[in-house]
């Protein structure tokens, strides 16, 4: 086997054990109607299962109260769990069969708080809830659950309204079930914030564990009973974590709430829980909380997408990641996206390198790129990022694309886009990778970061069509590129099929008139632009076009600007229709910053301020 081919078996197989580790569970977390704040809640709870790194988590939203409920048809099998954090309108009766089917069928749920108040009519509702409240719920609805001496009874009488609490009041939480793989290892007791104490649910009550249970004192409003307050339930083959606790966003602070939900969020998709009971967690006697780092409340504000309009790119979506501290790939990128989506039709989604505790896109932060999981559907990747080093929740996602074997484009700085240290689980795409040696850079784009090869900030680029290449249709009307950045080093020959398109031709100054320097340096000339494939883990080939060229304002250059919409064609295999002139004019104004290290203080930007 020559040696290329050993690497490429070695890179395929290391891309799938990676995957294999990280296989996430998904979540679905369904709100859009509640007498509660589900607005402030979902987001929370939606960190608190991707802080785990177990969970990757959508959200379907219902329509307003009394809107047309025929359209809402989340897909529930193609999830592992539901996260119930709804309370309103009934859903279409297809919407509820597909929902009981998910459960019988193996799905896990989680029933949050209110969520026991929802479909007080809808009988399997409350066979998978297992005990609900309030809907003018009353005995008929079923038994009560409590704990009298020693064991859990379903009581009937007194007969009565089902579902109350009194005030709110700190309490303690009861272990009652410490075999459970959700309470394992917990103490016995531990105390829990100031919320809702939830009274005398009543329901079918079948196939339902009590795992922990409050008490209810009549002075403070209550039943005078130990209350369930986690359960779990069985239903057909799914499994069901029902937790009583978390009124609103601050008691979702509470660990008593986040450990229990997030170790019975794992158990109801899985069966196991293999999160370590945290270091602060709460004891018997005193409650704790931790700080929830704010993020802006809707997650679409932390990119922006592009509709594509008409023309030959109509039906592709292309995914641009930005997100480096020199180049200015935070304002390149949108405005690619702009011409991409507006002149030639493409979908386009941007995403940046976002400080998630202001919302502003921050290049120098390294650790945060939302939104990558639009690359689950997309057709294109466009990178330009520099040594990121993402959570694993985040990096999944452009590791599972690359091994579906589609298309990327990268630029510049993304021959180094990923920075991540040994021992991570993806640490095989860092640039200086040893086990697959170069990383993503090397083995997917051709090359890993060498060095400078024109001298930074003083001798900009010339690109000059590789001879050979001049009928190739990547290269059509880009007579005149030009950028004021320099070229990088690449070692000759490039790797495997690549073919050189265009030479950096190093120039004796940061002028597009100025001359090139007669040096070494231009002979030979380094490419700064190519196409090679790659192979999928399934061995599919994927089209790679790289170009070491790229700034904010080398995209001020006419046939750079061409060139990367010309191999964004060819990348989707729409080669046949690179125009003779593909359109590059801006979309709306484009007055890019010098290149350079980005300053904290320029931070003032939201990815929203890109929408077209
Ligand atoms: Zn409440």
Redesign the pocket.
């Known amino acids: 086997m020559p040696l290329s081919r050993l690497w490429i078996s070695i890179g395929v197989w290391l891309v799938m054990t990676a995957i294999a580790t990280a296989a996430p569970i998904k979540a679905l977390i369904v709100d859009g109607q509640n007498a ?1 704040n589900w607005k402030e809640t979902t987001p929370i709870l939606k960190q608190l299962l991707e802080e785990t790194d177990l969970f990757s988590v959508d959200v379907a939203t219902t329509p307003p109260k009394g809107k047309d409920f025929s359209q809402f048809r989340p897909t529930f099998a193609a999830y592992d769990l539901v996260v119930l954090n709804y309370q309103g309108d009934d859903w279409p009766e297809a919407t509820q069969k597909a929902f009981v089917d998910y459960v019988n069928n193996g799905g896990g749920v989680v029933c949050y ?2 969520a026991a108040a929802a479909f007080p009519k809808w009988r399997e509702y409350n066979q998978i809830i297992g005990v609900g409240g309030w809907g003018n719920r009353d005995e008929t609805a079923g038994p009560y659950l409590c704990w009298r001496e020693g064991k859990i009874v379903r009581a009937t009488e007194p007969p009565g309204k089902a579902g109350f609490h009194g005030p709110q009041q700190t309490f303690q939480v009861v272990v009652r079930d410490p075999d459970h793989p959700i309470t394992r290892g917990l103490p016995k007791a531990f105390m829990h914030t100031a919320d ?1 104490l939830y009274c005398r649910l009543r329901g079918p009550a079948e196939n339902v564990t009590v795992l922990a249970t409050a008490f209810a004192p009549k002075q403070k409003g209550g039943s005078d009973e130990h209350e369930p307050m986690l359960m779990t339930i069985t239903y057909g083959k799914g499994r069901v974590f029902h937790t009583a606790l978390g ?2 966003g601050e008691h979702l602070k509470s660990v008593a709430f986040s450990a229990t939900f997030q170790r019975g969020a794992e158990w109801a998709a899985t069966g196991k829980v293999t999160q370590p009971v945290p270091a602060d967690f709460p004891s018997p006697n005193k409650a704790s909380v931790r700080q929830i780092t704010a993020k802006p409340s809707r997650s679409a504000d932390q990119w922006v997408v592009y509709e594509g309009g008409d023309g030959p790119g109509k039906g592709k979506h292309v995914v641009l990641v930005s997100g480096g501290e020199e180049y200015r790939s935070e304002q390149m990128l949108p405005q690619l996206g702009k011409i991409l989506a507006d002149r030639h039709g493409f979908k386009c989604t941007v995403l940046f390198a976002v400080d998630p505790a202001t919302g502003m896109i921050d290049p120098t932060c390294c650790s945060n790129i939302p939104g990558l999981e639009a690359l689950d559907s997309a057709d294109l990747m466009i990178i330009f990022t520099r040594f990121r080093d993402l959570p694993d929740r985040q990096m999944r996602h452009i590791v599972e694309y690359v091994a579906s074997g589609k298309p990327i484009v990268g630029i510049r700085t993304a021959t180094h886009a990923f920075n991540i240290p040994a021992g991570k689980t993806y640490a095989m795409y860092s640039f200086n990778s040893k086990d697959w040696k170069g990383g993503f850079g090397r083995q997917i784009l051709g090359e890993t970061w060498i060095r400078h090869h024109g001298s930074h900030g003083k001798e900009s680029t010339r690109g000059v069509v590789a001879p050979g290449a001049e009928n190739n249709p990547i290269v059509r009307g880009c007579e005149d590129i030009w950028g004021p950045t320099d070229v990088y080093t690449v070692r000759l020959p490039l790797p495997g099929d690549s073919k050189p398109l265009v030479l950096g031709q190093v120039l004796s100054g940061m002028k597009p008139t100025d001359k090139p320097l007669e040096d070494p340096k231009n002979d030979p000339m380094m490419p700064v632009a190519w196409t090679k494939t790659y192979q999928g883990a399934q061995g599919q080939t994927g089209r790679v076009f790289t170009t070491t060229m790229g700034s904010g304002p080398d995209f001020l250059s006419e046939g750079f600007r061409r060139l990367l919409v010309n191999a964004v064609y060819w990348c989707v295999g729409l080669e046949d229709k690179i125009p003779l002139r593909a359109e590059v004019g801006f979309v709306g104004r484009y007055e890019p910053s010098p290149f350079g290290y980005f300053e904290k203080k320029d931070a003032t930007v939201k990815p929203s301020d890109h929408a077209m």
Do not use: L, S, V
């Open positions: 509660h708080h209110f809702e009124h609103a």
